[in-house]
């Protein structure tokens, strides 16, 4: 088979296996045991006219023969082969009554190629050498077999078969790696044959380390791999398979040779690209142009793979052809970069994806910041400025430019520790942020709070128009709850119980011109219908416009005004986006090609392990627990063979008057995984023997 030259990774990937040779003396072609023989290097050169002894050479063999014509020496250089090399040979025979002729019989995958050797020196002891342009090469062991003959007709013959240090046994087509091995020299590996790890290391050493497989050919991970001191891996057409895109390889998948791009590459001079899977996502409805929060951070990615401020990011949708807009709000190469997407459709599973390509020396910025959010956003403030005037320094990202000012004698003041990048911090006397008129109905507001206490008058101002619309939180009309107004008078109130002070969460209002619904965390927490009237003002953020009586006291974060109602899928993804669990990022992929006719995608984020690779939630470590079995029966999310419950205490519970719970667990035995019974979160008196509850495992 003609073996195409292997690329080689612009990362360092490839391994090449140093060969070492044994020798097999024979009469008449016949078999003979192995018989021994040392192996001596000396520097390289010419072959023509070699006087005695051998004084250069690349692999020079002493051999001791015990019949004629005997053979005393071999030498093939290089050992090292690929297809258009010259292979140089020379052997010294002796024989009293005269060689007459020696050639050199080279097994190739479908045929042999016969050399005849040039004599130079004495034919009783003599020097014959050749040469051969190399066009196929084995992939795990090939034969050169010299045979020489007397001039009364009798002959004898050595061959040199040439293999990998790590004693690669065949079976079939796949070469099984049976121990732990280290390659390092220049030399083709399994080039024509697959390869099984089978359970052992096999650690590639050496700057000049290559190793390549063919089209068609696989790799099995059921071992590792390591690559060090400079060496790489050269792959022609070789994929790895990450079935559920979590970037961890399945445990009995191969990497598999393909001859085309079966995914394709958005634009090849981005040389990197992340999956990003809303396996977070509603499951309710599909999402029209959704902004999704895309967190970097060192672990999955490597700054250094990217330009300064990460001018080269590009993000695509899943058809990997479409791209997309997005807002860099933070780049920080020390920690978390925060990057807003706009998506024209995040579907109602949890397995729709886009791409983030990057690795690009020369690409420019190319932010589209107001393309993000789309003219259904009123206004969006990220909150993460830091006053030096009164003059708009908090930025609106829409095109509106609702850019908001300070009105009172003092500035909120910004902090790093936000929900989302930094925040404002609010005094809850006098500090508040005034924009322009927003002429809004419906409406939909959406914030991250932090409220140390519930502001002035127990109802501090999240964000009011001055004239129609109040959103606060409240602890006058509702105990530790929200409140909103469609009027700027008239309240309606969320469920009590709901904020709790000193902590982040969620809080939305979702108004369709009857109907005010309020979440927290993303969960409905009451529908009401509040008073309709008013007329719209300025919006002022984190206290009343024109007085400071109900001023908000904490943090506030990513405030969003919306000119439309958000249904509860776009709250509940929101919210899921900003405790940055919408997002699973996927292992690294790297592109090479070579010269332009292959591709290459090489996972190096993560190893394999991955013992159920069609269902992203099951990898190594995983520490989350499941209700539903993950698709074949088994409930082993982390790959340790095991099916861990999440709860196997049992509790106590004994009831009278009133019933009181004096230990925690199932009240009865403890359900399998899947299987629902009663279990008892806490423990104390009026409490109830338990409440229904399917028995999570990993």
């Known amino acids: 088979m003609n073996r195409p030259r292997p690329l080689t990774l612009s990362i360092p990937v490839a391994l090449t296996l ?20 040392y192996r001596e290097n000396f520097a390289p050169g010419s072959y023509q006219n070699v006087p005695l002894p051998i004084s250069s050479g690349a692999s020079s063999y002493d051999i001791t023969s015990s019949k004629n014509p005997y053979f005393t020496q071999a030498v093939i250089d290089p050992l090292d082969v690929k297809v258009g090399d010259i292979q140089k040979m020379i052997v010294r025979v002796k024989d009293d009554a005269g060689v007459s002729s020696v050639e050199a019989v080279i097994e190739q995958d479908s045929a042999t190629t016969t050399v005849p050797l040039k004599l130079d020196g004495d ?53 099984t790696l049976s121990s732990d091995c280290t390659a390092s020299s220049t030399v083709d590996g399994v080039d024509d044959a697959s390869l099984d790890l089978n359970g052992h290391t096999l650690t590639i050493s050496g700057a000049t380390t290559t190793f390549a497989w063919n089209p068609g050919k696989s790799v099995i991970l059921n071992g590792s791999i390591v690559i ?50 809303f396996s977070g996502a509603s499951t309710i409805e599909d999402q029209a142009n959704f902004p999704v929060l895309v967190n970097l951070n060192l672990g999955r990615i490597n700054y250094s793979d990217l330009q300064s401020a990460g001018q080269d990011i590009r993000f695509v949708d899943s058809d990997d052809s479409t791209q997309l807009n997005h807002e860099i709000e933070k780049w920080d190469t020390s920690g978390i970069s925060t990057v807003w997407v706009k998506v024209p459709q995040v579907a109602s599973t949890t397995t729709d994806f886009i791409y983030m390509y990057y690795g690009s020396s020369t690409a420019a910025d190319a932010q589209a910041t107001t393309s993000v959010w789309n003219s259904n956003f009123a206004g969006v403030w990220h909150l993460k400025e830091t006053a030096t005037s009164t003059a708009k320094y908090v930025k609106d990202s829409t095109a509106n430019a609702m850019n908001g000012s300070s009105t009172s004698p003092s500035y909120p003041t910004p902090t790093l520790t936000g929900q989302i990048d930094g925040a404002q911090s609010f005094d809850g006397s006098n500090d508040k942020i005034s924009t322009l008129l ?68 969620f809080v939305a209002v979702s108004f369709n011109g009857t109907t005010a619904s309020f979440y927290v965390n993303g969960v409905n927490q009451a529908n009401k219908n509040p008073t309709v009237g008013g007329t719209n003002s300025n919006v002022s953020i984190g206290g009343d416009l024109a007085a400071n009586t109900r001023q908000f006291n904490g943090l506030i974060d990513e405030i969003r005004i919306s000119s439309s109602t958000r249904s509860a899928a776009w709250i509940w993804n929101e919210y899921k986006a900003g405790t940055d669990t919408l997002n699973t990022y996927g292992a690294v992929g790297s592109y090479s090609d070579g010269g332009g006719s292959a591709y290459i995608r090489l996972y190096t984020a993560t190893s394999s392990g991955d013992c159920y690779d069609t269902n992203l939630h ?68 009026f409490a109830t023997c338990g409440s229904a509850t399917v028995q999570a495992c990993r």
């Not at 140093?18 to 023989?37: E, N, Q, R, T």
């Not at 020489?148 to 070469?175: H, Y």
């Not at 390889?249 to 598999?256: D, P, R």
């Open 18 to 37: 140093a060969l070492f040779a044994v020798i097999f003396l024979s009469s008449d072609l016949a078999d003979s045991p192995l018989k021994s023989g």
């Open 228 to 277: 060090q001191n400079g060496a790489q891996l050269k792959k022609t057409n070789l994929w790895a398979l990450d079935s559920d895109g979590d970037g961890y390889w399945s445990s009995s998948s191969t990497l598999v040779a393909q001859s085309s791009n079966p995914d394709g590459w958005w634009d090849t001079s981005f040389q990197k690209r992340i999956k990003i899977i």
């Open 123 to 175: 034919s009783k002891d003599g020097f014959w050498y050749g040469e051969w342009e190399v066009f196929d090469t084995h992939s795990r062991v090939y034969h050169t077999t010299f045979i020489a003959v007397n001039s009364g007709g009798e002959k004898n013959s050595i061959t040199m078969a040439w293999s990998d240090p790590c004693t690669l046994s065949s079976s079939g087509t796949t070469s």
């Open 618 to 685: 099951v990898f190594p470590g995983q520490a989350g627990y499941f209700t539903a079995e993950r698709g074949d029966g088994s409930f082993d999310y982390n790959c340790d063979s095991l099916a861990t419950q999440q709860y196997s205490d049992v509790g106590s519970c004994s009831c009278s008057v009133t019933c009181d719970v004096t230990a925690i667990g199932w009240n009865g035995s403890v359900p399998a995984c899947g299987v629902s019974g009663n279990y008892m979160p806490s423990a104390g008196s």
């Open 438 to 505: 927003i002429q809004t109905s419906p409406i939909s507001i959406t914030a991250w709070i932090k409220p140390i206490t519930f502001g002035g008058a127990s109802k501090g101002r999240i964000v009011v128009d001055n004239g129609k619309f109040l959103f606060s939180v409240d602890n006058s009309n509702v105990v530790n709850g929200l409140h909103f107004s469609a009027n700027n008078s008239n309240v309606v109130t969320s469920n009590p119980n709901v904020i709790t002070l000193n902590t982040w969460q």
